[in-house]
């Protein structure tokens, strides 16, 4: 490198494109390369979660079959509905966002969204728990109570990452938020059928 270029580099010797390039694979995807990271993370964890209930399943076909029976299939397809319309409410957001049109309304929408997830998610639990069906009464319950339960904590991450990111909203941290609440959508997407439907 010449002397002169050098004089050009910030503090450090690294060039500003140097930083993007760090993130390899990543730096092409939309968004912040931390949320990926984190986003890939919390895609690993759900996936040990999927294995171990698979796998647990196997061991007791007969008990996770009956519990199963006891879940609101309706509910959670209604909650998978919603989930997958405020994901394509914020995908249409970000849209706008590039093009210069309003977007916030979407974003609202898909934020709401997200809360009627919630709220339909505690009536499930809520008449769980009133017919007697708790962390206590089997495996599948505890498998239940913890899947359901870490997902709903990301669905409500997900609507205050999404609420910063209608604030502050530059395109990357529009892309940033919209991929974390991506992640989201596909986790219950899978798992959905997973929980509720699969024998």
Known sequence: MSHDAEEHLPAGGVSPDDGAADWGP????PGNPMMWILILGELAAFGAMFVGFAVAR???????????AQLDRLLGGLNTMVLVTSGWLVA???RRRVSGRSHRLAMIGAMALGGVFLAVKAVEYGDKIGRGLTLETNLFFQLYYLMTGFHAMHVAAGIVILGIVTWWDSLENMETGAAFWHMVDLIWVLLYPIVYLMR
Do not use: E, N
Not at 58 to 68: C, K, L
């Open 58 to 68: 196997a061991f007791d076909p007969v008990t996770f079959d009956a519990s199963q």
């Open 26 to 29: 990543l730096s092409s995807l």
């Open 92 to 94: 249409v957001a970000v």
